[in-house]
Structure formats: C-alpha cells, structure tokens
C-alpha cells in the first residue's frame, strides 16, 4: 500500500502493537514517529491511526475477534481487506468491542483516511488486492 502520508507517520508491516491486554501482529499499521520511537516497545491506539488486516482464511477471524480487540483498544480506523470477496471494509468510531460507522468500498472505488487534516490517498481498492488468476 503506497499512499501520501504526512511527515511524521511511516508505514509498519506485521509488527505488534500494545493494547491493554494483548499485542495483536496487523498485518499493515500507520504510526506516528519513527521506527527509533518503538526501539523499546511497541505503538499503542493513541500512536497509530490505521489498523490493517487481510483477509481470505482468516477472514471469519479478523471479522469478529480482531475488530473486537481494535476497537476495545480504541484503534480509530479499521480496515479489513477481503481478498475473497475483492472489497474493503472500513471501520470506525470504536465504541466497546465494536465500530460504530462501516463502509464498504468494491474494488473500483477510491478510498482515503485523514491524518492532521490532510488526506492520505485517494488510493483504488483494486491497486490494494492482488491480481485475479486467469
């Protein structure tokens, strides 16, 4: 995922982030600092302002579990990506263990997330999910 972010935030892959009562690995977040700021630990809600995961077997489990525990830690956006399906589900508004706001975008659609007022992105769902097969 390449999108315009503003300086201050760097792209993490699969690396864990805290919250209070476990340290999920997403596959994809957007924090704020730099690798050097989490020599010693890992970003918290408070630090990171995209959660990403994709999803094809894993699906059911990213659904239900892994949003549960994006949104008890209060992760402000959350995005599923469904390769079996060719869609992106974004989630926002944590509020318990759930999202309040749900958007589903098909992958001809243009989707952005905002960072200090400044948009990042527009970027294609497409250009996020791999190439069909035949």
Known sequence: MRMRLPAGWYVDEQAPVTTEDSEPEPDLVVVRGTTEDYRDRHPSAAEVALVVEVAD???????????????????????LLDLNARKL??????????????????????????LKGESCGPIQVGALLPLRQG
Do not use: Q
Not at 57 to 79: P, Q, T
């Open 57 to 79: 077997s894993s699906l059911r489990r990213d659904r239900d579990l892994k949003k549960g525990i994006y949104a008890r830690a209060g992760f402000a956006v959350y995005w």
């Open 89 to 114: 589900e974004v989630y926002s508004e944590p509020s318990g263990t759930d999202y309040g706001t749900k958007v589903v975008f098909g992958e001809e659609e243009m989707v952005s997330f905002w």
